[in-house]
C-alpha cells in the first residue's frame, strides 16, 4: 500500500510548484528536515518567495545542514522581503535587530518635509555594485572606525584569488558540488590523430564522419537562412572492459568542439554511486546536478547498466527518467555517452523504451584479436621509448595468441596487453641490475612473460622458451 509521503514524494517529482511545495511542507512537519531543505531550495531558486522564506528558516535554525547558516538565512530572506513576502521581512528584522516598516493603515498624507530615520528596508533591498546586499546598519561614527580599519587591511598585499572550476557555477546545494572526473579538452593536440592511433574502431570512425558531414551540412543552411534541425547525438558504447570505450569517450569531448555540436569540450566521467543519492527523492537532485555540469561536453557513464539491476528503492530508474527528461528538455549543448558490456547494456535499452530512441548511436567495441594485441603491445612500448628485438617477436605472437583464447572480463583486452609491457618491463629491469646491462632500452626475448605466469602473477622462468 502507497504511503503518504511515497504519493507526496510521486507528486512532487512530475507536478508542479504547489505539489512540490505540499511536499516540502510535508517534509517540514515530519522533521525530515533534510529533504525538506532540498525541496524548498529547488523552489526558492525558481524566485518562489513563500520556500525562500521557509528554507531561510531552516539555515537559521541548523535544520537540515550540518551547521546554522545565517548569512544564508539573510541572503534567502531578503530576496523573500524584495518580493513582498511580509514574514520574510519581520523575521529579517528580528535577525539583523533592525526594525522594517510595518504597513500602514494610516491615511493621513505624509509631510513631504518631515525626515525620519534611516530603517533598515530603506537599503536592504537594494544591492550594492558587487551584487551583496546590506545586512545592517551602523551609526556614523562606527563605519568612519571600519572603513579606516578596512583601509589598513587594503595596505596589505593583495593575494588574487585562486580561479573557481567552472563546473562550480551552481548553487544547487552539496550535489553540485560532488567532486567528479572532469577532463578538459586539450587544444593543441589533434583529437582525429589520436583517434587515428588508436587500434581498430573502424565503424566508430565512419559514424564519426557521419556527425560531422551532419553538423557540417546544418551549419551551412544556417549560413543561407534555412531552418537547421536540433538532432540529438547520444551513443551507446557495448564491448568488453580494456576495448577503449573510455578512450575514445575522452577524444570525442574535442572531436565534437571542432563540430560545434558542443560548447566547451569537457568529458566528465561517472558511474553508479555518482549518479545514485541514498535518500528517496535525491537521486533526481544528484542526477540533474550532473547533467547541469555537463553541459557544454560530454557525460561518459561507465556501467550505465548496473542503473537498471536494482529492486525496490534502489533509485536506478529515477536516474535513468532523469537523464531521459533531462536530454529531451535540453536537445543541444550536450551529449552523453552510456557505456558497458554487450549482454547487460541490451538488456537496459530493452527495459526502457525511452532509451532506444533517444540513443540513436550504438557502436559495439570488439574483442581485440592477437594481431591487434601485439599491435598494441608494440604501441606500449614506442610511447614509453622501449625498443623490441626481432627475436621478441614469436614470444609475444604466442602470448597473445594463447590470451586470446581465454579473453574474459578479467583479463581485459587491451588492459591485458598493458599488463604484459609492465610485466616484461619488471622482467627487463632484473636482468639489466643482474648483468649490470648498458642498454636500457631493448628488450629481448626473455623479457617477455608467459600466459602462465600473467595469470598467476609469477616472474617469467628463463627456462621457459615459446616456439
Known amino acids: ?50 520556500a525562500q522564506y521557509q528554507a531561510a528558516l531552516l539555515y537559521h535554525d541548523g535544520k537540515g545542514c550540518p551547521l546554522a547558516n545565517t548569512d544564508k538565512a539573510i541572503e534567502l530572506l531578503t530576496r523573500s522581503a524584495q ?30 518635509d518631515q525626515k525620519r530615520p534611516l530603517t533598515f528596508r530603506d537599503v ?24 579606516a580599519a578596512a583601509a589598513t587591511e587594503s595596505e596589505e598585499p593583495d593575494i588574487q584569488p585562486q580561479p ?76 568488453s572492459p580494456g576495448t577503449g570505450k573510455t578512450e575514445v569517450a575522452r577524444a570525442l569531448g574535442r572531436i565534437f568542439l571542432d563540430c560545434k555540436l558542443i560548447s566547451r569540450g569537457h568529458v566528465i566521467e561517472v558511474d553508479r554511486s555518482d549518479l545514485i543519492a541514498g535518500w528517496i527523492g535525491h537521486t533526481a537532485l544528484k542526477t540533474e546536478a550532473v547533467l547541469e555540469r555537463a553541459i557544454g561536453g560530454v557525460l561518459f557513464i561507465d556501467e550505465a547498466y548496473s542503473l537498471a539491476q536494482g529492486t525496490g528503492y534502489d533509485f536506478g530508474d529515477e536516474a535513468l527518467t532523469t537523464i531521459l527528461k533531462f536530454i529531451e528538455d535540453r536537445r543541444t549543448d550536450l551529449i552523453v555517452i552510456m557505456a558497458g558490456t554487450p549482454v547487460e547494456m541490451d538488456a537496459l535499452l530493452a527495459s526502457n ?52 583464447k581465454h579473453i574474459t572480463p578479467e583479463l581485459g583486452n587491451a588492459r591485458f596487453a598493458r599488463n604484459a609491457f609492465e610485466a616484461a618491463i619488471d622482467n627487463m629491469a632484473r636482468r639489466v641490475i643482474r648483468n649490470d646491462d648498458p642498454d636500457l632500452k631493448t628488450l629481448y626475448f626473455s623479457d617477455i612473460p608467459v600466459f602462465a605466469d600473467l595469470k598467476t602473477g609469477k616472474a617469467r622462468s628463463s627456462a621457459k622458451r615459446l616456439v
Open 164 to 239: 573557481e572550476d567552472p563546473s562550480y557555477d551552481y548553487d544547487r546545494g552539496h550535489y553540485a558540488r560532488t567532486a567528479l572526473t572532469i577532463h578538459e579538452p586539450d587544444l593543441d593536440q589533434d583529437p582525429y590523430a589520436k583517434l587515428d592511433s588508436m587500434i581498430g574502431l573502424a565503424k566508430l570512425k565512419s559514424q564519426l564522419q557521419t556527425i560531422q558531414s551532419a553538423a557540417q551540412f546544418q551549419s551551412r543552411r544556417i549560413e543561407a537562412g534555412l531552418a537547421a534541425s536540433a538532432a540529438s547525438h547520444h551513443f551507446v558504447f557495448t564491448g
Open 1 to 50: 500500500m502507497t504511503t503518504e509521503f511515497e504519493t507526496l514524494l510521486n507528486r512532487a517529482i512530475v507536478g508542479d510548484t504547489k505539489e512540490r511545495k505540499a511536499f516540502a511542507d510535508y517534509c517540514r512537519s515530519n522533521e525530515r528536515y533534510i529533504l525538506a531543505l532540498e525541496w524548498y531550495r529547488r523552489l526558492a531558486d525558481s524566485g518562489d518567495a513563500e
Open 83 to 112: 518580493s513582498g513576502y511580509q514574514p520574510a521581512a519581520s523575521k529579517l528584522s528580528e535577525i539583523t535587530g533592525v526594525p522594517h516598516n510595518e504597513p500602514s493603515h494610516d491615511d493621513t498624507p505624509p509631510d513631504p
Open 353 to 404: 523504451p525511452g532509451l532506444s530512441s533517444r540513443f540513436r548511436h550504438k557502436i559495439v567495441f570488439p574483442d581485440f584479436s592477437p594481431e591487434e594485441l601485439c599491435r598494441i603491445f608494440d604501441k606500449f612500448c614506442r610511447d614509453n621509448d622501449y625498443i623490441l628485438h626481432s627475436d621478441t617477436w614469436p614470444a609475444i605472437r604466442t602470448l597473445f595468441r594463447e590470451a586470446h
Open 124 to 147: 536592504a533591498f537594494k544591492p550594492t555594485d558587487d551584487g551583496s546586499f546590506c545586512s545592517e546598519i551602523v551609526p556614523f561614527d562606527s563605519f568612519e572606525d571600519r572603513h
